[in-house]
């Protein structure tokens, strides 16, 4: 029933679970983990891990920083090659290389280099140059906005004025600004 290819044995209709290389992470009365790191508890979804560590993680879904360093330090310490972690996990070789030096750097170390998307996009704002979005412009009410803010009335006004701007001439760019009003 089974067939055998190289070292790989399969079973015709079986759960991928069943084959033999199968890397078990978790069992199904633990999927879900929490881990102490330096800015404080992280919930791990091992069934995720375990599905992107055995080559089957979807484009669909991504797995979170300290997911996947938590998975890339159980394929390291497999010995798997670093190629193949970057391509299992959807990480980039050179992140990779920065969270693990050494293939036998701890995980609690290399936790403390992974960054969460807010850091990572305040680093790449600050590299870039550009100025925060100011009041009284299109792109300060879409601040305001992405804060969770109300819109102070001269970014209500320019909002107004780039929504005008663009059902005119189709792109918010060259929207007009409208000047804030000192207090």
């Known amino acids: ?40 508890l992280v919930c791990l979804d091992l069934v995720a891990v375990e599905l992107a560590v055995n ?46 030096p050494a293939d036998t750097t701890a995980l609690c170390e290399a936790l403390t280099r992974v960054r969460t998307k807010a850091e990572w996009n305040q680093k790449m704002a600050r590299r870039s140059g550009k100025a925060p979005a100011e009041c009284g412009t ?14 102070c009335p001269p970014c209500q006004e320019a909002k107004n004025a780039g929504d005008r701007h663009y059902r005119k001439h189709g792109t918010y760019k060259g929207a007009p600004s409208v000047p804030a009003v000192a207090s």
Do not use: C
Not at 5 to 34: E, S
Not at 138 to 151: F, I, V
């Open 138 to 151: 299109y792109y300060g009410a879409q601040r305001h906005k992405r804060r969770k803010e109300p819109l």
């Open 55 to 100: 080559g089957l993680r979807a484009e669909s879904w991504k797995l979170t920083g300290p997911e996947i360093a938590f998975a890339a330090d159980v394929l390291l310490q497999r010995g798997t090659d670093r190629s193949v972690i970057s391509r299992h996990l959807g990480i980039d070789r050179r992140t990779l290389r920065t969270w693990f």
């Open 1 to 40: 029933m089974s067939r055998t290819d190289g070292n790989l044995t399969t079973y015709p209709a079986a759960f991928p679970g069943r084959r033999r290389d199968w890397i078990r992470v978790t069992t199904l009365a633990v999927p879900t983990v929490w881990l102490a790191s330096a800015e404080g």
